[in-house]
């Protein structure tokens, strides 16, 4: 890409947009960064649009009136819990909108790059080979979410042989400051602040804790999001890149070191309303691919994650 292009991101309100914005600056000082918004605001980008992804008849025109070099699409529903609870809607968010940001992009803006941010959750049930996972694993999401992350995956990589222009990333568990309480990791330690702040009784309630996954600072997540949009005529199109730390965590540990980082006392207690359905028990990813083709891999030491995660915490707590 050139550097004073013009890069738009859906969803650039939510937990890896405000990531990504600030590693976008650092690699595309001089670009116009657009921020894609469903409802809340976003700050600190150059422009920032309202953008209906359900209304497939009017994104062309946005996208021709807009003009992005790139675009790219993080707008999604995310949450796996949330996802079992409104299936329709997720299916809705995640690929139809999906559908729809790709069609319009061919239509209007032919020449634009899409980086499409999938996730590792769609190869699912295929984790339980027990080893790391690299891009040519079978798909098999054990969820609605991972189902329509999948199903969009496929769908724009079938639409780069009709000429969409279209790199496909999927990021295993990512975590760090600014991620909601829907979440694993975050969940804990907003549990954990509120304790120590006295808002709540000494007790972690938490699912099950006996899982593995192959986490990643969200930091690095947008890192190599940038590093994509730099290489991205070395890149083939439609290519499918996995980022991961590979190296599985046991939720448990993670828990424990969050907890460690407290003085006050407290008990853990799981809840069966915390557990889900058809729940992998162990993530892996290989990331070889993303390491030759984008020289990328993990710089964020997970101790310092915990740290900011939990520092964030206690900070939104505060206020």
């Known amino acids: 890409m050139k550097p004073d292009q013009r890069i738009l991101v859906t969803g650039a309100a939510g937990f890896v947009g405000g990531h990504l914005r600030g590693a976008l600056r650092a690699a595309f000082p001089h670009a116009r960064l657009i921020a894609g918004l469903h409802s809340r605001p976003a700050t600190g980008w150059d422009q920032q649009v309202v953008l209906d992804l359900a209304d497939a008849a009017s994104l062309p025109a946005v996208l021709e009136r807009l003009a992005p070099d790139a675009v790219v699409h993080l707008g999604a529903q995310a949450n796996v819990a949330a996802s079992f609870g409104d299936v329709a809607a997720t299916w809705g968010a995640n690929l139809t909108a999906s559908l729809n940001l790709g069609a319009a992009i061919m239509a209007a803006r032919p020449g634009c790059r899409l980086l499409f941010a999938s996730t590792g959750e769609i190869y699912g049930?295929?984790?339980q080979r027990g080893?790391?996972?690299?891009?040519?694993?079978p798909l098999a999401p054990s969820n609605p979410y991972a189902a329509a992350k999948a199903a969009a995956d496929i769908a724009l990589g079938e639409m780069a042989l009709r000429g969409l222009r279209?790199?496909?990333m999927r990021p295993l568990n990512h975590v760090g400051p600014g991620q909601s309480e829907g979440f694993a990791v975050a969940a804990f330690a907003r549990q954990v602040a509120r304790i120590e702040a006295g808002l709540q009784e000494p007790v972690l309630r938490v699912g099950a804790l006996e899982r593995w996954r192959d986490f990643l600072d969200v930091r690095d997540v947008a890192d190599a999001y940038a590093?994509?949009?730099?290489?991205w005529d070395a890149l083939p199109n439609g290519v499918a890149l996995n980022l991961a730390s590979g190296t599985p965590r046991r939720i448990g540990d993670v828990l424990a070191a969050l907890m460690a980082r407290s003085a006050k006392p407290m008990r853990v207690e799981e809840t069966a309303s915390a557990l889900r359905p058809n729940d992998v028990v162990r993530s892996l990813g290989d990331a070889g691919r993303a390491r030759a083709m984008l020289g990328w891999a993990p710089a964020t030491p997970w101790e310092e994650t915990l740290d900011c995660v939990l520092e964030d915490w206690r900070a939104r707590v505060r206020a």
């Open 125 to 127: 049930l295929t984790f």
């Open 131 to 137: 080893t790391a996972l690299d891009e040519d694993a």
């Open 166 to 168: 279209v790199v496909r």
């Open 227 to 231: 590093r994509a949009l730099a290489r």
